[in-house]
C-alpha cells in the first residue's frame, strides 16, 4: 500500500479587515543612550532652532559639532527653564555660573567636559548679543576651567649627583672608565688604532671635565 503523500501545512491569512499588524523591532542604537532633558521654554526652544541653522549655514559645522552643541544648548536652556530663566534678555552670569557648577557637582563632569560647555555658552551668547537679542552677554564673566596638567619627570638627587660626577670621570686619565656592570676592555685601540699603552693624555681633559661640571650643576640648580 504506497504511503499517503503529507500535505503541507497552509498558515492562515487573516483577512485585511482584522489583521493583526505586529510592527518589527525598533534598531537598537548603539552607543550610551542619549540624556533626558526638561522642559524647555518657548522662546528658548526657539533659540536653540536657530542658533542651530546658524551653525549649520553661516558656520558650515559638522554633523557632529551640530549634534554636540545642540546638547549642551538644550541642557542649558532646560536648567535656565527649570530656574525660571525662560527669554534671553533676563539670563544673567549668575545663572549660567549656576549651570556650571551643577556641571560639576550633580553630573560629574570632567574639567574637559565642562570646559566644552562653557565654549558652548561663549558662542552661543556671542551670537545672541551680536543679533541683538540681548543687550549685555553674561556669558563674558564665565573662565574656563584649567585642565590639569601632569608635572614632567625628573631626576632623583641621587641620579643628578651621579650625572655631575660622571663629568669629572673624563679627566680621569687615558684609559678606559670602569662602568658598573660592564668590563672594561683595556686592550681594545682607539680610533686611530692606538693601544692604552701608546695613547698620551690629553692635557684638556682636567679643564674640559671642570666645564661640563659647572654646567650641570649650572643645568640641575636653575631646573
Do not use: C
Not at 558652548?120 to 563674558?140: Q, S, Y
Amino acid at each position: 500500500m504506497p504511503a499517503a503523500r503529507s500535505t503541507p501545512t497552509r498558515r492562515p491569512t487573516p483577512s485585511r479587515a482584522g489583521a493583526e499588524v505586529i510592527a518589527p523591532p525598533a534598531p537598537r542604537r548603539r552607543g550610551r543612550p542619549a540624556r533626558q532633558v526638561g522642559a524647555i521654554a518657548p522662546a528658548l526652544e526657539a533659540v536653540a532652532g536657530s542658533f542651530r541653522t546658524y551653525l549649520r549655514v553661516e558656520v558650515g559645522a559638522s554633523r557632529n559639532t551640530l549634534e554636540a552643541y545642540g546638547r549642551d544648548v538644550r541642557d542649558l536652556f532646560a536648567h535656565l527653564t527649570q530656574k525660571g530663566a525662560t527669554e534671553p534678555r533676563v539670563i544673567t552670569p549668575r545663572h549660567l555660573a549656576d549651570h556650571v557648577a551643577s556641571l560639576r557637582s550633580a553630573r560629574g563632569m570632567a574639567a574637559a567636559s565642562v570646559a566644552r560647555h562653557i565654549a558652548t555658552m561663549k558662542v552661543l551668547f556671542r551670537w545672541l548679543h551680536g543679533r541683538g537679542l540681548i543687550a549685555e552677554n553674561p556669558a563674558d564673566l564665565i573662565d574656563r576651567p584649567a585642565r590639569w596638567r601632569n608635572l614632567p619627570r625628573v631626576l632623583t638627587p641621587a641620579q643628578a649627583v651621579r650625572v655631575i660626577d660622571g663629568a669629572a670621570m673624563t679627566g680621569a686619565g687615558p684609559g678606559p672608565r670602569d662602568v658598573p656592570g660592564i668590563a672594561p676592555n683595556a686592550d681594545a685601540p682607539d680610533a686611530n688604532g692606538a693601544t692604552p699603552s701608546r695613547r698620551r693624555p690629553d692635557p684638556l681633559a682636567p679643564a674640559l671635565a671642570l666645564r661640563d661640571r659647572a654646567v650641570l650643576e649650572l643645568m640641575y640648580a636653575s631646573g
